[in-house]
């Protein structure tokens, strides 16, 4: 009875953060499940930087942070171990780290080429895929995109990427070893468009004067956390945490956190 009246005693605003954090917390990982998520007893997060709907570099501090960042550290939390943030640069790296144990969760777009080295989780956020078309270019939608003598920019790796090379028929895809260099592409006038998700290329294309983000899409990237194939138990766990901070509230917490444009929770 106590700690009803306690409840009840909170002020509105703080009884509905304490009721959000006891949702998104899913009951703690049995020994066994703690050790399949955390071999070495602390949560290695994998953060790829090269994109701002999973994470960034603060240039000033140098500190890593942003969506996947802040679901890894809640994660940690959930399950009682500290987490440690590993930054990547380069996706295609990220992802073949995965072969070898260099991390232990990492959040990802998926995309079914993936399943070969990771298992993924539910989505938990939602983004377009489209171009960035650049200063002078007459292209106007992503099937004016794809045509013959048309050179599209993209990263080696990314979920970008692997769908054009299934999808698209008569442009060239013309690939880079990382993010910025293939918005260089771009600037240098090697290609016509860069493929990224809307988010990422709304800021890109407040550097580039003439430079414009397509209206439509080609497709929608689903942002999922990724854990090292043969994890079974780690990944049920993983899937009841991404669920309930869904439902809670603290997906979007962490976009809003980020301030990303473009970007929802995923259903």
Aim: aromatic share 6%; with cysteine; proline share 6%.
């Amino acid at each position: 009875m106590k700690g009803i009246e306690s409840l009840l005693a909170m002020p509105a605003a703080a009884l509905a953060v304490f009721l959000a954090a006891c949702a998104a917390t899913p009951p703690g990982p049995t020994a066994s499940v703690k050790a399949e998520l955390a071999p070495t007893g602390t949560l290695r997060v994998a953060v790829f930087t090269g994109n701002p709907v999973l994470g960034t570099r603060d240039k000033a501090t140098g500190e890593v942070g942003g969506t996947t960042a802040t679901m890894g550290r809640a994660l940690a939390e959930s399950a009682g171990v500290p987490a440690k943030i590993i930054e990547y640069t380069a996706i295609a790296k990220l992802v073949e780290d995965a072969k070898t144990g260099e991390w232990d969760i990492a959040a990802v777009a998926f995309d079914p080429a993936r399943r070969s080295v990771v298992d993924f989780a539910p989505p938990h956020i939602v983004v377009d895929l489209t171009f960035l078309v650049a200063p002078g270019s007459t292209i106007g939608s992503v099937a004016e995109a794809d045509r013959a003598g048309v050179a599209i920019a993209a990263a080696r790796g990314a979920a970008t990427t692997l769908y054009l090379q299934r999808e698209f028929k008569q442009a060239q895809i013309v690939q880079a070893e990382n993010e910025p260099a293939a918005f260089n592409l771009l600037k240098e006038g090697k290609a016509q468009v860069y493929a990224q998700n809307r988010t990422m290329l709304l800021g890109l294309a407040d550097s580039l004067p003439g430079a414009r983000v397509l209206e439509d899409r080609f497709s929608a990237a689903e942002m999922s956390i990724a854990l090292p194939k043969g994890r079974p138990a780690a990944l049920a766990y993983v899937s009841a945490f991404v669920g309930q901070s869904k439902k809670s509230g603290t997906v979007q917490r962490a976009i809003e956190t980020a301030k990303l444009r473009g970007v929802r929770v995923a259903p």
